[in-house]
């Protein structure tokens, strides 16, 4: 156990916090396809339009576990300067602790507005999905019955 540090621990006159405050990063690893760039027939195109509807609801998952990572951060921040106003400690340093609460705070509400946002995108996205298979739909399947190649995307493309 030599050179461990553990957490309440003090090292160079500093003490190891028990637990962090700052809220951790959500990991990127989603396992959503990628958004092709070219080459979007009827089913790509489908398939972007999925992946970025489920884009926005997993950006939405991640804010809402970093909104509730800030609000109890904040939580502990009162109580700690409510301690600290009941232990008489320096009115300046109890003043920064409860303006940090209330900046967490601050921060949680205003992601809410990017919350709207992605459930905005999600619902537009889908839309836009729901509306790409009404249209598309049956003449696709019916290209696809046919066994003819069809030319590329583009390519009846009217040129001015």
Avoid at 63 to 90: G, H, P, T, Y
Avoid at 126 to 137: I, L
């Amino acid at each position: 156990m030599s050179g461990e540090i553990v957490p309440g621990q003090v090292v160079s006159g500093e003490i190891v916090p028990r637990e962090s405050y700052v809220p951790a990063v959500p990991d990127s690893s989603d396992n959503l396809p990628s958004i092709p760039d070219s080459n979007l027939g009827f089913l790509s195109l489908g398939l972007a339009v999925t992946t970025l509807a489920a884009r926005a609801l997993w950006l939405k998952e991640k804010i809402w576990i970093l909104q509730a990572l800030f609000r109890r951060n904040a939580d502990k921040a009162s109580n700690m300067s409510e301690m600290c106003d009941a232990a008489e400690v320096d009115p300046r340093f109890t003043a920064l602790i409860m303006e940090g609460a209330t900046s967490l705070r601050e921060v949680a509400e205003a992601s809410g507005d990017l919350v709207d946002a992605a459930d905005a995108m999600q619902m537009d996205a889908q839309g836009f999905n729901d509306a790409h298979e009404s249209e598309y739909r049956g003449g696709y399947e019916v290209v696809q019955a046919m066994g003819v190649q069809q030319p590329k995307p583009g390519f009846n493309e009217v040129k001015y």
